[in-house]
């Protein structure tokens, strides 16, 4: 059995549907993320799960009991709020003591506890700090600390590393992994920032307007999106309009007005004739000067625009038909930053085991 | 600093600075100075300096120590004080509460309609309270009604130190409402959910969040209920009874009844150490609460 099961939740406001139809089950020890741009649901969904708000309709169960009349305060569940929430006028330690207070666990047990988990977000020097004196990763830490003191079954973290500047975040992001895999406690993380998601998930549902449009692990969220909105939602990637010429067991012939045919994966359903996108994903395109790449999928272009970032430099293409093409290019070689110049005349080629077909 | 800026500093200080100067400082001076004076064969003040020395005694202190009754007028006046304080917490924090945690439409008319009773004169707002509670009154009448069907002889309302603690509270309530409103409407809603996610139950809640964050607002509305009841001499004259006169009263009569100008300005610098101890240990210990908040 699941530890959580969100069978058909609705949620609506006025006509507006926060939620729509959802459901979606967590495993125990899992680390699932809603990942979804705002207003998709993804906070009202948290919110429901932690008895903040109910559903208009649907069930949420945790280890297969219905939440619905267990008010927020009785149940195992806690959350991680983005502004951490942290009680201003109690201590560090005060603070993450509360849930076993609020739980009326006795005095001596409290005091271990609370030095046990201190020490595990190794806030041992900042016990009796109040939150206004510690630096922002510190509150981060004290908020989980205080979120996973008395076991619950089920942590929420609501952006919870969106106050964070890029670097602790990083920092946070692998500190957050090795806590969850050490308390074993299943976490449920909600994220506009899909590179989070990726890096932080075993599982992500990509939510928009209420619903869950893709629920997979990151590699196959990331390598075969569903639709247009996840391909475009997660990562970089390049969209072009195509049509099926050729639908084998094996693989696809694909398309592409004024630039001819190319193979493409095979995609179950796809039938010649339909029309759809092809996306591939910037890293997977080979861009070089001459005709040297044995690869058949092959398109020649100009050099439109590039972005050097420092490790790589993606370099805008337009081909013949005037579909621009991303293609990204690891800057190997030592003190060389940039391959080619706006207005070079390359080749874009990629495998035809690359890319996918979709048709929504 | 330029001489610009001095000029700009002294343009803007200054005047203020002059006011407090003229009718605060020196008055001060003349009340402390008075107090060590003979009073007057026909009133008011003896010259300061008779036959080349100064004509000062300590009397009036030792007068005011050597009888218990002025010191039992001090304490009930302390006892009025405390208990239109602690009424007026009580009154003013729900509906504070309310008005914080209600639709953000309505908070300022609401507020508006706390302080709108400051557009009357405080006299008549007291005058009426005479009509209220005055033993003709409705109110009194069904209060009495209520006594005598469950067999108690019937009270008089006005003119008693029950008036008087009703005309003190009505009058100072919303000068607790507004801190503690100006307070509360801060509050971060996130830790109320934060401490129910926690586990937290609906009074708990109240008492290890929301209680612990106002006591700022706490004690200035303290301070501001219980400094001007202790010095009030208006209310007790006009609703209370011959033995209800407080602090305010005492000193009233020594300048206008008795005449006795230097025992007034002694009760007037005892009144006003007092109150100086009380508002230090009320900031004192609202510093304590915003220090965490």
Redesign the interface.
């Known amino acids: 059995m699941a530890l959580l099961e969100i069978r058909n939740v609705i949620r609506r406001y006025g006509a507006l549907a926060a939620v729509e139809d959802v459901s979606f089950s967590v495993e125990a020890g899992e680390f699932f993320t809603l990942l979804g741009p705002s207003g998709c649901g993804k906070t009202t969904l948290l919110r429901m799960i932690?008895?903040?708000e109910s559903p208009d309709a649907g069930q949420i169960l945790l280890d297969g009991i219905d939440l619905a009349d267990i008010?927020?305060?009785?149940r195992p569940?806690?959350?991680v709020?983005q502004?951490y929430?942290?009680?201003?006028?109690?201590t560090v330690a005060e603070n993450i003591a509360?849930?076993l207070k609020?739980?009326g666990t006795d005095a001596q047990t409290i005091k271990i506890r609370v030095k046990q988990s201190l020490a595990e977000v190794r806030l041992e020097d900042k016990a009796d700090h109040?939150p206004h004196e510690i630096s922002g990763g510190q509150k981060q830490r004290v908020a989980l600390a205080?979120?996973l003191i008395?076991r619950p079954r089920l942590l929420l973290l609501d952006e919870a590393l969106g106050a964070l500047d890029a670097k602790l975040r990083e920092k946070m992001q692998i500190e957050l992994i090795n806590l969850q895999k050490n308390v074993g406690i299943s976490f449920i993380f909600v994220t506009h920032a899909q590179d989070e998601a990726l890096a932080l998930s075993h599982r992500i549902a990509v939510m928009r307007e209420g619903r869950i449009e893709q629920l997979d692990e990151p590699s196959k969220l990331y390598g075969f999106p569903r639709n247009r909105f996840v391909a475009d939602f997660i990562g970089n990637i390049n969209l072009f309009e195509v049509e099926v010429k050729e639908a084998a067991a094996s693989y696809l012939r694909l398309a592409a007005a004024g630039i001819g045919e190319f193979t493409a994966p095979p995609r179950s359903g796809a039938k010649a004739g339909e029309q759809g996108w092809f996306a591939i994903r910037p890293e997977q395109v080979r861009i070089a000067r001459h005709h040297d790449i044995e690869l058949k999928n092959r398109f020649s272009g100009k050099v439109r625009d590039f972005l050097y970032i420092g490790d790589v430099t993606t370099y805008k293409v337009e081909l013949e038909n005037g579909t621009l093409i991303e293609a990204l290019m690891a800057n190997f070689e030592p003190g060389r930053t940039m391959f080619f110049q706006v207005g070079d005349a390359v080749t874009l080629a990629w495998r035809h085991d690359a890319g996918r077909f979709l048709n929504e | 600093m330029s001489k610009r800026d001095r000029l700009l500093k002294w343009l803007t200080g200054g005047p203020p600075f002059l006011f407090l100067l003229v009718f605060f400082v020196a008055p001060s001076l003349i009340v402390i100075v008075a107090s060590f004076r003979f009073p007057g064969e026909y009133g008011g003040l003896a010259p300061l300096i008779v036959d080349g020395k100064a004509n000062l005694t300590l009397e009036t202190y030792r007068f005011f120590f050597s009888d218990f009754i002025y010191a039992r007028v001090f304490i009930k006046s302390f006892g009025m004080a405390l208990a239109t304080t602690l009424i007026c917490l009580g009154l003013a924090y729900p509906v504070a509460l309310l008005i914080a945690r209600g639709n953000k439409k309505f908070r300022d008319l609401l507020v508006l309609l706390v302080v709108l009773p400051f557009a009357s004169n405080f006299l008549i707002r007291t005058y009426a309270w005479m009509i209220i509670l005055g033993p003709q009154s409705a109110f009194s009448r069904a209060i009495n009604g209520v006594l005598g069907w469950c067999g108690f002889a019937p009270v008089t309302l006005l003119f008693s130190s029950f008036a008087v603690l009703v005309g003190m509270v009505y009058v100072h309530l919303p000068f607790m409402l507004l801190p503690l409103y100006a307070n509360l409407e801060k509050h971060?809603p996130?830790?109320l959910?934060?401490?129910?996610?926690?586990?937290?139950?609906a009074w708990?809640r109240f008492w290890?969040?929301t209680w612990?964050?106002s006591l700022p607002g706490v004690y200035s509305g303290a301070a501001l209920v219980f400094i001007p009841v202790l010095g009030m001499f208006a209310i007790p004259e006009i609703l209370g009874g011959t033995g209800d006169i407080l602090i305010g009263n005492l000193i009233k009569d020594q300048f206008l009844g008795t005449r006795d100008w230097p025992f007034g300005s002694t009760l007037s610098i005892l009144l006003t150490l007092v109150v100086l101890a009380c508002a230090g240990l009320a900031a004192w210990f609202s510093r304590q609460?915003v220090?965490?908040?």
Request: proline share 9%.
């Open positions: 932690a008895g903040f008010p927020a305060e009785k569940v806690h959350t709020f502004s929430a942290l009680f201003p006028h109690m509360f849930p609020m739980a109040y205080r979120g008395n | 971060d996130a830790l959910d934060a401490a129910q996610d926690l586990g937290a139950s708990q290890r969040v612990p964050l609460g220090r965490h908040a």
